[in-house]
């Protein structure tokens, strides 16, 4: 069974420029996940979908970030002007039921440079 | 809230020995999950462990044990005999039941580095 997918693995960019990163999750899972990872740090969510509704998107910097789930399979992230503080790994992660408890499984990640 | 403290940033073993990762969290609920996930150099987070607050039995897998403490709110991970091959940055993970949706609140990662 394929794994979570995502692209493009490494994005460099110059600040103020737009970024968008993809994400495929696992075959049947409704349930889809978007982290940001700084450097040393654990991952921390920044948005939460069940199908194509955003549920929990407390996190999300609406000011320059969005995402969409269009259908309810793939996802984009969408930083719009990127600035220097953006630089991080974007995780995406996927599980197969929404409440606490269910194992998330998580893609390589796209690893982004903003200079 | 809930909080995953990880208070071990680096440790450097030689191969064959040994090493211990310690986990500390902090939650109000009485029902929450606990998961230790491995993010290897290629970026991605491997899913290891997932344990609920009512099982306290520890857990061996292979030479992966787990070791589960409510009174003391721990959950430590154990390699044994490691190998090159565990060089990795381990994360511990808490999720509550009564918080929104399944959010991970991750600790801030211990980096292994098992030395041949």
């Known amino acids: 069974e394929a794994g979570v997918v995502q692209s493009p693995r490494y994005k460099i960019i110059e600040k103020k420029q737009p970024v968008a990163f993809w994400c495929n999750p696992i075959?049947?899972?409704?349930?889809l996940y978007w982290y940001r990872q700084n450097l040393g740090q654990g991952p921390e969510l920044l948005i939460r979908?069940?199908?194509?509704?955003?549920?929990?998107d407390s996190q999300l910097p609406k000011d320059r970030f969005s995402a969409e789930r269009l259908k309810g399979v793939d996802s984009t992230l969408k930083i719009q002007p990127a600035e220097l503080g953006d630089s991080a790994v974007y995780l995406c992660?996927?599980?197969?039921?929404?409440?606490?408890?269910?194992?998330?499984?998580f893609g390589p990640g796209t690893r982004l440079l903003v200079l | 809230a809930q909080k995953v403290t990880q208070a071990q940033t680096e440790i450097s073993v030689v191969e064959k020995e040994d090493v211990t990762l310690d986990c500390v969290y902090e939650?109000?609920?009485?029902?929450?999950?606990l998961f230790w996930y491995k993010q290897p150099p290629s970026g991605e987070l491997v899913f290891l462990i997932r344990?609920?607050?009512?099982?306290?039995q520890n857990e061996i897998s292979g030479r992966y044990s787990w070791n589960f403490q409510k009174s003391t709110s721990s959950f430590n991970f154990t390699i044994t005999a490691s190998q090159v091959v565990d060089s990795a940055v381990y994360f511990c993970?808490?999720?509550?039941?009564?918080?929104?949706?399944?959010?991970?609140?991750f600790g801030g990662g211990t980096r292994v580095l098992v030395k041949p």
């Open positions: 992660a996927s599980s197969l039921v929404p409440v606490s408890g269910g194992t998330q499984y």
């Open positions: 075959s049947g899972h409704n349930t």
């Open positions: 979908y069940e199908n194509e509704e955003a549920v929990d």
């Open positions: 939650t109000r609920d009485t029902t929450y999950y």
């Open positions: 344990r609920n607050s009512f099982d306290e």
């Open positions: 993970a808490l999720s509550e039941v009564k918080a929104a949706g399944n959010k991970l609140t």
